[in-house]
């Protein structure tokens, strides 16, 4: 059973930046699309970003395009998200997540999740 462990969130400054690191029981970034997903309170969990290294893919949601940044070691059997130049709407519990159907935004196609890892940005 692959099992999931999210770290690296905290508390932030606007403007600010902070490193996640989703590290995977058993799995290799050879198969497995891997995730990061978000759910502010009241909200619905969204999609922030994925990468494949099966298909050499990687998608970012828009309003985080070129301050975030998704990246794999394979060795370590960990997924990063850098996240720069946080705003407090970034303010969520991030989650990461992993699948073999590959890389989506869509929280419904991954059957594999972590506990979460709290996410806040306030001044």
């Known amino acids: 059973q692959l099992q999931l462990v999210e770290s690296g969130g905290g508390l932030v400054q606007p403007g600010g930046s902070l490193r996640l690191s989703c590290a995977g029981s058993i799995f290799t970034l050879d198969y497995y699309a891997v995730a990061w997903f978000r759910q502010a309170p009241g909200k619905e969990r969204e999609g922030v970003s994925c990468i494949s290294s099966r298909d050499n893919k990687s998608y970012y949601k828009d309003s985080v395009k070129g301050r975030f940044t998704i990246s794999g070691d394979g060795a370590k059997n960990t997924v990063y998200l850098e996240m720069n130049s946080l705003k407090p709407e970034d303010t969520a519990v991030y989650y990461c997540?992993?699948?073999?159907?590959?890389?989506?935004?869509?929280?419904?196609?991954?059957?594999?999740w972590g506990q979460g890892t709290q996410v806040t940005v306030s001044s």
């Open positions: 997540a992993a699948d073999l159907k590959g890389c989506t935004l869509d929280p419904i196609q991954y059957d594999y």
